[in-house]
Each structure stands twice: as structure tokens, then as C-alpha cells.
């Protein structure tokens, strides 16, 4: 099993890049895990006070649960990710039964922050943008997709995002084995990521 890890700050472009990579891939050979399937189960709070959870810092992630389900992979195990609602910031009820692959792709934020969880990976990406552009993409994003307005996106990119990503996101570049620009979209990046992943495959 080849695990990859694919990490960077929000917006830079991680989901897009892993769809890129997929895209093309035999089907049934890769799997995706998102680490935003790992927020904390937070069902004993209130919505207002789940809103003003720090979603940006690495306690947020249930990371026992996630190194406990990549080990259970490498097993050759099923294993049930669940799936989070950026709605009603929490865990839903769902599960996605997640089969074990060929090839496993582990994305998020703070992926490479966790000492177990990036010694499990074979190859290690930084998916990088622009702090200006990654703003527009959340933006854009999160009014389109996740229920937010203007004001709530700004002002959780002052008080936690741009902190977070200075203190915990932006250092574990250093861990990267490949650093992926993506200020625009980085056809040559993603081809060489997938022959990678070809070779593995054969
Ligand atoms: N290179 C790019 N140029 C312009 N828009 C992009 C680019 N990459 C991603 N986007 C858009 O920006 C938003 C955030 O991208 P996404 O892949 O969800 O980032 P992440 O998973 O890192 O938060 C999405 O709406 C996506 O379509
Ligand atoms: N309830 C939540 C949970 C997380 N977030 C934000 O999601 C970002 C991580 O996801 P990406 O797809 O952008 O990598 C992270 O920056 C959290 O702030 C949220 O807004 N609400």
C-alpha cells in the first residue's frame, strides 16, 4: 500500500489536486481520506458554542481515530470514515464505508503536524498559494458551499485561521517531500504525482 499525505492551508487547493490526481487513476485502486471527516465529535454542545470552536488548531482533529483507521487500512480493514457537516459544524450521523487500496490519500491542514501520522506516510505533499489567494478561494468557497457569509469568513480568518496557519500549517512545509506551487492550477505537479503513483501501481 503506498499512503500519501497531502497537506496545506486552507483554500490552497488540496481537495482540487487530490480530484486532479484521482481523475485518471484506474477506479477501485485509490481511496481518500479527509481529514476534515476527523473533527471532534462535538454532539454534547450547543450550536453557538460549537461555532466558536478553533477549527484551525490540531486538538480540533480526533487524530486517535484517524491513526486507528489508517492502521486498520494497512490491516487490509474496512473501515467506516464518518462524515462532517460544515453546516452544522459536527459530525453526522453518516458513514462512508472506505475499503483499503492500492493507493491511500490522506489530506488536510494539519496532516503533517502529527509525528505518528506523517511517519505513516510514504510521500508527503505541500500544496502552496498565496495567503491573498487562499482567502479569495475560502471566501468564494464557503459562501458557495459551507453556509457562510462574508463577515464569518473574515473574521474567523483573523482570529484563528491566519494565527493557526502561521503557527502549526506553514511550519510543517518543512516535512514535504514534494512542494506543489498552486497559485494557478499545476497540470506538471499533478502529472508527476500520478506517475509516481503509476509505478506503484504496476
Ligand atoms: N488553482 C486554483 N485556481 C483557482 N481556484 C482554485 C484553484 N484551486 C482550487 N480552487 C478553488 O478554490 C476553492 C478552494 O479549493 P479547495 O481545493 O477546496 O482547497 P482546500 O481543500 O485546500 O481547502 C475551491 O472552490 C476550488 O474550486
Ligand atoms: N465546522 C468547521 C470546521 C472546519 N472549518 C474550516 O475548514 C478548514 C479546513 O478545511 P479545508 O477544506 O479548507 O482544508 C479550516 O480552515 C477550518 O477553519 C470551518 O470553517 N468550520
New binding site residues.
Partial sequence: MLIIGIAGG??SG??TVVNQIVQELPEGEVTVISQ?SY?RDTSHLSYDE?VK?N??HPKSIDFELLCEHLDQLRAGETIEQPV?S?VK?NRTSDKVITHPRKVVIVE??LILTHPEIRDLFDVKIYVHADSDERLIR?LKR?IAE?G?DLEEVLT?YQT??KPMHQQFIEPTKEYADIIIPYNRYNTVAIDIVRSIINERLV
Fill in positions: 486552507t483554500g488540496k481537495t476534515d473533527y460549537r470552536i477549527f484551525d462532517y460544515f459544524h488536510g491542514i475560502r464557503d459551507r457562510r474567523r484563528t485561521l
